[in-house]
């Protein structure tokens, strides 16, 4: 008996949560409300709006008085009711909670939210709730009823609201934890900060009933005369139209009894995307009542023995990592003015090539991207010690991976796809992120697969290389390392050479050294420009030696908030490792890699 209540009460939760649906393709060129802007918040650490004083969950007893998300009013002075949305502070959507109210600057776990919104539901349409992120377990509810849960920071999710919004008055609650957990990806040991929140764009989207799910167009990475592609479709169609008007396409293509349509496209005279011209195409596509435009771009992206080859000519990816943080706030990126900050940065330092690091950034930095001609290495949180034996850590990563591709399979930036950072190895390990390689491949053809493997010494030598067996998997030997900060000096450095025997492009995914901006030493000690400035320069130096290397994006774009960076003095909670103070001030050493950029560019002209 006790069994059977178990049971029916798991029955009961399970079927009182919506079944997230797959994410739509471009959600932003779709027929939608924004619900940016202000929303209630209430920082609730003992998370009392979600379980009562025996510590079970509210939504699982059915208790309709308890839950925050019932968003009760206190319409009788008598009644008890101990929250009060209406009342509460607000902060902005999007955008972390640390960077908006002091006293949540350390903070980590629960905060519930609320905003309320009129609409009138059209008949025959179907309604979306969309979130662009929101880090890291969200509970979504509407209108008191539960829609689902979602966990991963940096990747979107959607619910199904058609026959849940209200004509007129409707209100949305979600329960956000940032806490950090040994299982989960990222796990607890990271070096940036644990920033949580709403912290992208929260839209209702509306579709005809019958609509455009998903779709991608790529060039056949074994033939670039044609652009390869599918679209789906949801609901009763027999048809869907692919349109490039600037290529005159136009074409029709029968959808099959899954919803898919698939195509080859033959194609004589394309622009190919590239930095140097970043050519975007509009695209139309369209089903008997839907249409989804876009703008893409066409490449391909290759290799061949040690070469990178973009549109079958060798690249040189000179490159910078950075994270998705404005140092002026000092926050998230909050919208697209932010990020075309950094990139404009980037593209100053001559870069051709960014590493968004360290978890997928905003679709909206893909399409700048794609816009400004910067090719983009993207990655997933698989970070450090992840707890590669949970076979539900596994699926998480397999499920943030996925989604990242599943959202940006169009952009034709996106060069390259990695799996992970700094993963120390071991067979659990080389499973786990076999496992996610394979993913990519499975999902992608059409662009390369990576990872940010760690520099291995040579027995007895002062010559390093990366004997990581993840190497054999992967497109690119693709490392860090940290020669001059953490290990040696920059005067050693000329000690040292790297040495490859593997076949493929070498790529130094990070390399740098921290200095406080203004510091001055003519020493050139610890912490100095002066210091920052002589590693680039030493490093500049070594790199040359390797005949094999296509690409580096040193360690970072500008400094950023780290809770693992405590000294008063230089750091104060910043990583120091920018080309970029946290003032906007641009170091010694970003002009010594300027520099070497713009030779670079010559060099593979
Ligand atoms: C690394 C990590 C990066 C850190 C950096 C550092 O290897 O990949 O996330 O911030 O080193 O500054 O130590």
């Known amino acids: 008996m006790k069994y059977l209540n178990i049971l029916l009460l798991l029955f009961v939760v399970s079927t009182a949560v919506r079944a997230q649906s797959s994410l739509l393709q471009n959600p932003y060129s779709r027929d939608h409300i924004s619900l940016n802007g202000p929303w209630h918040y209430i920082a609730d650490p003992y998370e009392n709006g979600y379980y009562n004083y025996r510590r079970k969950a509210f939504d699982e007893i059915g208790n309709k008085k308890g839950g925050y998300y019932d968003n009760l009013k206190q319409n009788n002075p008598m009644s008890l009711i101990e929250y009060d949305f209406d009342h509460a502070p607000t902060l902005d959507v999007p955008g972390d909670w640390n960077s908006q109210v002091e006293k949540l600057e350390l903070y980590e776990g629960t905060v519930w939210y609320q905003r309320a919104f009129v609409v009138s539901p059209e008949k025959g349409k179907k309604y979306w709730l969309y979130f662009g ?93 044609e652009i390869r592609g599918f679209v789906k479709v949801e609901g009763e169609e027999s048809e869907v139209k692919v349109a490039i008007p600037e290529l005159k396409v136009d074409k029709a293509i029968a959808v099959d009894r899954n919803g898919y349509a698939s195509f080859a496209i033959p194609v004589k005279k394309v622009v190919y995307w590239s930095p140097e011209n970043p050519k975007l195409y509009e695209v139309q596509i369209s089903s008997s009542n839907d249409m989804v435009l876009d703008k893409i771009g066409f490449r391909t992206i ?51 090539f960014i590493r968004l690091a360290h978890y997928p950034h905003d679709e909206k930095a893909l399409k700048l991207a794609d816009e400004m001609g910067l090719m983009v290495w993207a990655e997933i949180p698989v970070y450090w010690t992840i707890s590669w034996e ?53 999902l992608d053809d059409s662009r390369l697969v990576a990872a ?69 030493s003519e020493d050139r000690v610890r912490w ?64 010594i890699l300027k520099d070497y950029y713009q030779k670079q560019e010559e060099a593979y002209k």
């Open 302 to 352: 290759t290799t061949e023995g040690t070469d990178i080859l973009l549109n079958g000519k060798s690249v040189f990816l000179r490159g910078i990592s950075m994270h998705e943080e404005n140092p002026f706030l000092p926050g998230r990126l909050r919208g697209e003015g932010d990020i075309k900050m950094l990139f404009q940065w980037a593209k100053e330092l001559n870069c051709n």
């Open 528 to 591: 100095s420009e002066e210091y920052q400035e002589d590693l680039y320069i030493k490093q500049i130096k070594l790199l040359t030696e390797i005949k094999q290397l296509r690409g580096v994006t040193p360690w970072i774009l500008v400094d950023f908030r780290s809770p693992r960076r405590p000294h008063s003095v230089y750091q104060n909670f910043w990583n120091r490792k920018g080309l970029i103070s946290n003032t906007g001030d641009k170091k010694k050493a970003f002009f």
């Open 133 to 225: 992120a929101v880090n890291y377990e969200a509970h979504v509810y509407l209108n008191g009823k539960k829609l689902g849960t979602h966990k991963g920071g940096f990747t979107p999710f959607q619910f199904e609201v058609t026959d849940l919004l209200h004509e007129g008055d409707n209100f949305i609650v979600l329960k956000v934890d940032n806490a950090r957990h040994q299982d989960e990806v990222p796990t607890v040991n990271t070096d940036w900060w644990n920033y949580g929140g709403v912290t992208r764009d929260v839209l209702l989207i509306n579709t005809p009933d019958s609509y455009i799910q998903d779709y991608q167009l790529k060039l056949n990475p074994a033939n670039n005369k």
């Open 390 to 442: 949970n076979e539900a850590t596994y699926k998480n990563a397999e499920a943030q991976l996925t989604d990242m591709i599943v959202r940006d399979k169009n952009r034709a930036s996106i060069m390259i796809w990695s799996v992970g950072n700094e993963t120390p190895v071991s067979e659990p390990r080389m499973k786990f992120m076999g496992g996610l390689a394979d993913k990519v491949r499975s």
């Open 452 to 520: 940010a493997l760690e520099v291995s010494q040579k027995e007895g030598e002062m010559v390093w290389t990366c004997d990581d067996p993840l190497v054999d998997k992967i497109d690119l030997v693709s490392f860090n390392e940290y020669a001059g900060w953490y290990w040696l000096t920059p005067s050693e450095l000329s000690k040292i050479k790297f040495e490859f025997d593997i076949d493929k492009p070498v790529f130094i995914s990070e390399f740098g050294a921290g200095a406080l901006g203004g510091f001055h």
